[in-house]
T-cell receptor, first 114, second 112 residues
Framework: AQSVTQPDIHITVSEGASLELRCNYSYGATPYLFWYVQSPGQGLQLLLKYFSGDTLVQGIKGFEAEFKRSQSSFNLRKPSVHWSDAAEYFCAVGAQGGYQKVTFGTGTKLQVIP | DAGVTQSPTHLIKTRGQQVTLRCSPKSGHDTVSWYQQALGQGPQFIFQYYEEEERQRGNFPDRFSGHQFPNYSSELNVNALLLGDSALYLC???????????FGDGTRLSIL
C-alpha cells in the first residue's frame, strides 16, 4: 500500500529565509508525486508534480522539489519565503496510470514571521 | 473556464440524518473523486467515478455512496451521520482519470 510521511507538523520561518518541507513516501514502483498547498477555508492548489524524467521539478510561486528514489523522498524547497506562503502544504503519492487514487500526507503548516 | 465547483459551502446536520453534497467538474473533465479531510489531517480518498460507475473505493463504510450523472457532475451521499463525519469534503476532477486532479474548495460538514 502506498503511504506518505510528512514529519514536520508545523514549521516557522522568517520572511526572506529559505524553506524546505520534508516528504517521504512508500510505494513499490515509480510513483507519481505531488505537492499541494491549502489556504484556510480553501481547496487544494497544485504546486508541482513529478511523473518521470528530470528529478528536479519546478512549480508555481517559485517552489521546486527534488525526487530522490534512493531516499524515497520528495522534499519541497523555496529559496526565499514570502508572507503570502503561509498555508498548509500536503505531499501526495499516486500510482502511475489513469484512474489511480492519490494518498496524502498529514500536512505541514507553514508560519511566516516578519 | 470554470473550475471544480461544490455546493453547498457549509452544512450543519444532526446525528442520524442523511446528507447530499454536489460537485461539478472542471470543464472538459469526466472523472470525479471525493475526499474527506478531517480537521488537522490530510485528505482521505473516498471513491472515484467515471462513466457513471464507481471505479475505485477507499476504506469508507457503505454509508458513503455516490453517483455520477451523464453531464459528469457527481453527488456524495452519507447516511446515518455520525459525529466523526464532521469534515471538509473535497471533490476533484480529471480528464479520463489522468493526473493531476483539480480540486474544488470543498463543503464543510458539521454534525451536531
Amino acid at each position: 500500500a502506498q503511504s506518505v510521511t510528512q514529519p514536520d507538523i508545523h514549521i516557522t520561518v522568517s520572511e526572506g529565509a529559505s524553506l524546505e518541507l520534508r516528504c517521504n513516501y512508500s510505494y513499490g514502483a515509480t510513483p507519481y508525486l505531488f505537492w499541494y498547498v491549502q489556504s484556510p477555508g480553501q481547496g487544494l492548489q497544485l504546486l508541482l508534480k513529478y511523473f518521470s524524467g528530470d528529478t528536479l521539478v519546478q512549480g508555481i510561486k517559485g517552489f521546486e522539489a527534488e525526487f530522490k528514489r534512493s531516499q524515497s523522498s520528495f522534499n519541497l524547497r523555496k529559496p526565499s519565503v514570502h508572507w503570502s506562503d503561509a498555508a498548509e502544504y500536503f505531499c501526495a503519492v499516486g500510482a502511475q496510470g489513469g484512474y489511480q487514487k492519490v494518498t496524502f500526507g498529514t500536512g505541514t503548516k507553514l508560519q511566516v514571521i516578519p | 473556464d470554470a473550475g471544480v465547483t461544490q455546493s453547498p459551502t457549509h452544512l450543519i446536520k444532526t446525528r442520524g440524518q442523511q446528507v447530499t453534497l454536489r460537485c461539478s467538474p472542471k470543464s472538459g473533465h469526466d472523472t470525479v473523486s471525493w475526499y474527506q479531510q478531517a480537521l488537522g489531517q490530510g485528505p482521505q480518498f473516498i471513491f472515484q467515478y467515471y462513466e457513471e460507475e464507481e471505479r475505485q473505493r477507499g476504506n469508507f463504510p457503505d454509508r458513503f455512496s455516490g453517483h455520477q450523472f451523464p453531464n459528469y457532475s457527481s453527488e456524495l451521499n452519507v447516511n446515518a451521520l455520525l459525529l466523526g463525519d464532521s469534515a471538509l469534503y473535497l471533490c476533484a476532477s480529471s480528464d479520463e482519470g489522468r493526473q493531476p486532479q483539480h480540486f474544488g474548495d470543498g463543503t464543510r460538514l458539521s454534525i451536531l
